[in-house]
């Protein structure tokens, strides 16, 4: 079998997955190959070499994908997002932790084994942020990567180790051997927002409240929004996300001082978003029927992120603030969608 440089998508069935194989397919000269527990979608199909309908933590199947691809580029999107890992925290340990652990390996055996490092991106999440109470959230404002380090989150916790774990990877993997075996894993993270896609509709997270409150008024249904109305978290459009992949995996090395980056685009009230809807979709139903729970999830979690690293190290910008990312992007995306 002929060996080739591929990038490989895990979880690429997923909201992130969507747009970036949209997005890297433009470019001819690279290879994607994809791993969902899933079939993909069948527009994507078309525009991936290969997709393998599998688990990350079947070794059996990293193995075979070890033996015929060189892989220069993985991003890891493969995830139990933080409601769904609260109900099923041991299932979310081994998705997300043993899994990423599992890949790690993988990009540390394929740099072995063609000698050049392996960019491996990694999305974190401001789920691995620990804010104490809703009082410090207000005055902390933008926190920095290093801060509030306290996830209360089964997925906080599990993000948050993984970075711990990537870094190993990157840094020190095997530091007592006798030859040096680390940076054959070029580790990169970003710390994402909550995303609102206007394609696809996120599952078992805690930001969901925005995207749902839109996708459901854009079909014309009732929604009841889990969080009190002044409830805020920073959120991003989904094609800035995809920018921020593809930004951050091609920077060079030499550009950035650090492993992990904070991103943000604009971060508005859970009030501010219904407004917005409302103006767009007059007749759409939308209240607010707090779940106290979920709300203290999203109470743990900072109201802004300091992403002055990301501008800074390899010009990370977003294109869409609160209201281009609805007016220019979210809106006539999704009344085209359901239109159909
Ligand atoms: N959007 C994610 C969630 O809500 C946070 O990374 O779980």
């Not at 490092?117 to 290093?146: H, M, N, Q």
Request: hydrophobic share 40%; proline share 7%; glycine share 6%.
């Amino acid at each position: 079998m002929t060996r080739k440089p591929v990038v490989f998508i895990t979880g690429a069935g997923g909201e992130i997955g969507h747009g970036l194989i949209s997005t890297l397919a433009q470019d001819p000269d690279r290879a994607i190959i994809t791993l969902d527990l899933n079939p993909l979608h069948p527009e994507l199909r078309p525009l991936v070499r290969r997709h393998v309908v599998g688990s990350i933590l079947d070794a059996n199947l990293l193995e075979t994908l070890q033996a015929e691809y060189e892989i220069d580029l993985i991003v890891h999107l493969a995830a139990l997002l933080s409601t769904r890992s609260e109900f099923t925290p041991k299932a979310a340990h081994r998705i997300n932790v043993e899994g990423t652990m599992a890949l790690l390996e993988f990009a540390q055996e394929q740099g072995e084994s063609h000698g050049r490092p392996v960019v491996f991106l990694y999305p974190s999440s401001i789920a691995a942020y620990g804010l104490p109470s809703v009082a410090e959230k207000t005055t902390a404002g933008k926190v920095r990567e290093d801060d509030y380090s306290w996830p209360t989150t089964m997925y906080g916790c599990n993000k948050l180790y993984c970075e711990m774990l990537g870094i190993y990877y990157s840094r020190h993997y095997r530091q007592l051997a006798a030859e040096a075996a680390h940076r054959k894993v070029d580790f990169r993270c970003l710390r994402f927002p909550g995303l609102i896609s206007a394609v696809t509709v996120p599952s078992g997270g805690t930001s969901d409240y925005a995207p749902e409150m839109l996708h459901a008024a854009a079909q014309g249904k009732p929604y009841a929004c889990f969080v009190r109305p002044d409830t805020r978290i920073p959120f991003m459009a989904m094609p800035d996300a995809i920018t921020a992949i593809l930004s951050l995996s091609s920077a060079s090395r030499e550009q950035l001082t650090r492993p992990v980056y904070n991103i943000s685009a604009f971060n508005p009230s859970a009030e501010e978003i219904r407004q917005i809807v409302m103006q767009e979709f007059p007749g759409a139903v939308v209240d607010f029927k707090l779940d106290a729970k979920r709300q203290g999830i999203v109470d743990s979690w900072p109201e802004d992120v300091d992403d002055s690293a990301a501008r800074a190290d390899w010009g990370f910008r977003p294109k869409y603030d609160l209201n281009r990312a609805f007016r220019e992007y979210l809106i006539p995306t999704i009344k085209g969608r359901y239109a159909q």
